[in-house]
Every structure is written in C-alpha cells, then in structure tokens.
C-alpha cells in the first residue's frame, strides 16, 4: 500500500491563497484537475522527485462551512537541511508562521510546523 494524497480544505474562493502556500512557499507545482471535479473548486498540487516521479500530492477542496485542521496534517519530506531551511524561509517571507521548536523533537528529522494561508497545520521534515 501507498499513499496517493492527502486533502485539506479551505473555504470558498480561498484558491488563490492556496496556490501561494503550496506553489510559491512550498514549490510544489499546481496539476489540473479532472473535469468531472473542477466545479467544485479547489486546487490540486504535487511534488515530484529527481527521476520525476510523484513524491507527494495534496488536494485543496472547497469546504462550506469551513474549519482549520490545527492538529490533522499532512507531513512533507523534503531530501536536505538546506531545502528545509530554504522552504522555511520562502514561507515566511511570504508571512506564514514557522514554528521550530519541535526542529529536533522526532528522532532521526530535523522539521518545522506551520499553517497554510487558511490555518490548517502542515509539517515539513528531512532525515537528519
């Protein structure tokens, strides 16, 4: 078994902000949707490794009414301390919160938390 992606949701029209959390902050790339899903609204992002197989994937739904996930959340790994530090640093220049006191909490990571534009949680890590 394996992990296709994990939803989060956002509330109507929180589209935009979706794209500069998880395209711009995180550098994951938006994919199109299917068809048959895109009245819905919402965004759909991937990340893919060197080889330029999907390494993770999150979809954005629209939710009405809406409600922050603060303790669910999907956990990114990214490969280096240095892509760590430098996608730490694209989100808060963006003004997102990077929580790092729990940076040396999960044994063999180095990790941070934060919240998309919409205040769901998100973790993002690399082996040590």
Known sequence: MKLHH?????PPGGEDAARAFYADGLGM???EKPADLRARGGAWFRAYDADG???????VGVEDPFAPARKAHPAFVLDTVA???GAAARLADAGHEV?????TTFAGYERFH????HGNRVEVLTPA
């Open 6 to 10: 994990v939803q989060v949701a956002c």
């Open 29 to 31: 790339s938006e994919v």
């Open 53 to 59: 197989a999907v390494a993770a994937e999150i979809h």
């Open 83 to 85: 892509g760590l530090e």
């Open 99 to 103: 929580d790092w006191s729990q940076r």
């Open 114 to 117: 934060t919240f998309d534009a």
